[in-house]
């Protein structure tokens, strides 16, 4: 690799350790079978390692930002509507779905929300503490979860109530669902700051049948890749009407001019940007 000035790459090796710049040069390293060789491939530059970090960087920061008001109507319809079943009906696993009483599973979650509560800072928090005893109807318990807590709530649920939710994103319930479980790994590599721009995702949401959203349909093939992944965001947020719909296109549209590791890497088509949900 040519480092170039090495005052700069010292001096950038201070900002970024070694081991998590190492990730970004990790495609440059040469391809041997199954195998990455010690050697890179010719033309590689560390200035080009340091650009897609610094695009990596603000992708996650934009991603983040975008996946936000998600979680929040989230929280705010799935709050609801278990509302109108009881008011304590997160507290109530016998009118719950059938998730609920399966296994430990409610259980676990039960003491996870518990502990939430327990070290809650929120104003509203001690006001229930203080009035009412420290127990939060439904609608104000959906506030102190995290999005993985958040989707196990939703999985809990009566399928009815599932399916109300889901349909506000022109989803089904398991559609939903499993969008919620994916989006939920995006969040936590934004949280803890990984590698996000070309990694190759586990979890492959469910999605609508051929032809019901043409924009999707464009991205079905790369939903392991993180532009699949960024689609679906995309299409929670235009579908709601929330948020910044604008901000992940103007973000991929900085994507440095990188020979060796162009912007397919995400996993974006070469039309990407003529798609309904990225123009």
Request: glycine fraction near 8%; charge should be positive.
């Amino acid at each position: 690799m040519d480092i170039g000035n090495p005052d700069v790459a010292i001096k950038q090796l201070q900002h970024v350790n070694y081991y998590r710049l190492s990730g970004y040069w990790y495609s440059f390293r040469r391809h041997s079978g199954q195998h990455r060789e010690d050697d890179f491939y010719p033309g590689t530059i560390l200035q080009d390692v340091v650009k897609l970090y610094n695009f990596d960087e603000a992708l996650r920061t934009a991603t983040f930002a975008c996946l936000t008001p998600i979680e929040l109507t989230v929280r705010a319809l799935l709050g609801h509507e278990l509302g109108l079943l009881d008011e304590c009906a997160h507290l109530k696993p016998g009118i719950l779905g059938p998730q609920a009483g399966k296994g430990a599973i409610y259980s676990t979650w039960l003491k996870r929300y518990e502990k939430s509560l327990r070290e809650s800072k929120e104003d509203f928090v001690s006001h229930h503490r203080v009035r009412y005893g420290g127990t939060l109807p439904v609608w104000a318990a959906v506030e102190i979860l995290d999005w993985g807590a958040l989707t196990y709530l939703y999985g809990f649920a009566p399928r009815g109530i599932q399916d109300s939710v889901a349909d506000k994103f022109g989803l089904t319930a398991p559609q939903l669902g499993s969008w919620m479980k994916s989006l939920n790994v995006v969040r936590n590599i934004c949280a803890h700051h990984g590698r996000l721009f070309n990694r190759v995702h586990a979890i492959k949401p469910k999605l609508p049948k051929v032809g019901q959203y043409p924009h999707l349909d464009e991205t079905r093939n790369e939903m392991n890749r993180t532009f699949g992944q960024l689609s679906l965001i995309q299409h929670m947020l235009h579908h709601r009407g929330i948020g910044r719909p604008q901000l992940l296109p103007a973000v991929l549209r900085s994507y440095p001019d990188v020979k060796l590791l162009p912007l397919s890497h995400t996993g974006a088509p070469a039309n990407w940007g003529e798609s309904a949900l990225w123009r």
